[in-house]
Structures are given as C-alpha cells and as structure tokens.
Nanobody
Framework: VQLQASGGGLVLPGGSLRLSCAAA????????MGWFRQPPGKEREFVAA????????NYADSVRGRFAISRDNAKNTGYLQMNRLEPEDTAVYFC????????????????????WGQGTLVTVSS
C-alpha cells in the first residue's frame, strides 16, 4: 500500500480545508487509517482515525467538534474535513495506515501504523 495525501494549503482563521489520503494498492477490507500532524518545532501528534469496517472513529480532544474523518471504501480514500481552523492547527498533516483493526486506545500511537504518506502542509494565518 502507498499513501498519497493532498489538500493542504493556506487558509484564514475560521476557514475550512479537506485533506484526502488515497491508499493505492489496498485490497484488504480490514485495517485502520489515522491522521497525525506535526506543528513547527513540535512532536508528531494524533489527530483522528477510523477503521475501514466503519466500526468507529476517534479524535484528539483538540480537534473534536471541528474536524470530521470519513472514508470512501470504493475509492480506498480517507478524508479529514477541517472546520473552524485556528492558527494552532498549522502543521504538516500525515495519513498513516495499517492492515490491523486497531482498538481505540491504540490508534493514537504512531508505531502501530505500517505505512505513512508524505505529508501535506496546512497553514492557518491571516
């Protein structure tokens, strides 16, 4: 599987962006996709994740209620809809994938993911 993330850019505070992550070569019906971000000068942090079987999603406290994660199984693509963006959301956003159906408590741990996309930069600034 190879991941291709896209959709980043410059947006005003309060604006919206939608990131996409296409999973080329994915054939399994199981697995988990996660979104992480790395703000300038900071560590990588968990944003959101879903299981391809649709059983559940989870979010970091900092984005819950503003961001929404979704998927299109037919296109093997995951999405991260980001609303009410804040300057603190500025970061390089990465999507990651594993064939395992991760339980909720494991989805925020980067080492559980096997494949990572190249990252897409989101800048929130006036």
């Amino acid at each position: 599987v190879q991941l291709q993330a896209s959709g980043g850019g410059l947006v005003l505070p309060g604006g919206s962006l939608r990131l996409s992550c296409a999973a080329a070569g994915r054939t399994s019906r199981t697995g988990t996709m996660g979104w992480f971000r790395q703000p300038p000068g900071k560590e990588r942090e968990f944003v959101a994740a879903f299981r391809w079987d649709g059983s559940s999603t989870n979010y970091a406290d900092s984005v819950r209620g503003r961001f929404a994660i979704s998927r299109d199984n037919a296109k093997n693509t995951g999405y991260l809809q980001m609303n009410r963006l804040e300057p603190e959301d500025t970061a390089v956003y990465f999507c990651a994938s594993t064939m395992r159906n991760l339980i909720t408590s494991s989805r925020a741990i980067p080492s559980y993911y096997d494949v990572w996309g190249q990252g897409t930069l989101v800048t929130v600034s006036s």
